[in-house]
């Protein structure tokens, strides 16, 4: 079992868009359009913000958008404003009731 | 409203064991998985365990297999993790977190914090 894996942190300026992915095998991302992502502040219980690859919940911005392709799934922030300044992380199924978190990533808005 | 509460954190010694509790409320909650997902200091977010609305489907981490055990009871409306041989690399904040059909995490509680040390 392997955390999926994501750059460590990625930035910004206010307006821009960014991309961070989450890599993982075909026993996981691969295999399954089961990816998940979420917003997390430090002390605050996380936060879902896209499901099923790229769906996102009601409520969520529409500037979050995700999506998949082969063993690697990504999560765009269009219009990058301040309050996304948050640490990020994807999530995979991977069969037999068993899930990866990615190793999470820290968006900096310049 | 979805509300998720942890307890049962503390202070433990390596070696020892300790149980955490989950209360749930505003939804069905026999209708749902159930997972535990915890943060180390400083770490990023592991999934620990979950475990089906019928307790058949169980799934742990390699890191906490044999040693943790996921349970719930319906007829509380509670999640359970007893942790047993209890490891410094155990310290963290524990998420109880509600399941979907769809694998993944809608609401999540405010963690229970576990320190292992001597």
């Known amino acids: 079992q392997s955390a999926l894996t994501q750059p460590a942190s990625v930035s910004g300026s206010p307006g821009q868009s960014i991309t961070i992915s989450c890599t993982g095998t075909s026993s996981d991302v691969g295999s399954y359009n089961l990816v998940s992502w979420y917003q997390h502040f430090p002390g605050k219980a996380p936060k879902l913000i896209i499901y099923?690859?790229?769906k996102r919940p009601s409520g969520v911005s529409d500037r979050f958008s995700g999506s998949k392709s082969g063993n690697t799934a990504s999560l765009t922030i269009s219009g990058l404003q301040a309050e996304d300044e948050a640490d990020y992380y994807c999530?995979?199924?991977?069969?037999?009731?068993?899930?990866?978190f990615g190793t999470g990533t820290e968006v900096t808005v310049l | 409203e979805v509300q998720l509460v942890e307890s049962g954190g503390g202070l433990v010694q390596p070696g020892r064991s300790l149980r955490l509790s989950c209360a749930a409320s505003?939804?069905?909650?026999?209708?749902?998985?159930m997972h535990w997902v915890r943060q180390a200091p400083g770490k990023g977010l592991e999934w620990v365990s979950g475990i089906s609305w019928n307790s058949k489907s169980i799934g742990y981490a390699d890191s906490v297999k044999g040693r943790f055990t996921i349970s719930r009871d319906n007829a509380k409306n509670s999640l359970y993790l007893q942790m047993n041989s209890l490891r410094a690399e155990d310290t963290a904040l524990y998420y109880c977190?509600?399941?979907?059909?769809?694998?993944?995490?809608?609401?999540w509680g405010q963690g229970a914090l576990v320190s292992v040390s001597a």
């Open positions: 999530c995979s199924y991977a069969g037999s009731s068993i899930y990866f």
């Open positions: 505003g939804f069905t909650f026999d209708d749902y998985v």
């Open positions: 099923d690859v790229s």
């Open positions: 977190a509600k399941g979907t059909v769809t694998k993944y995490f809608d609401y």
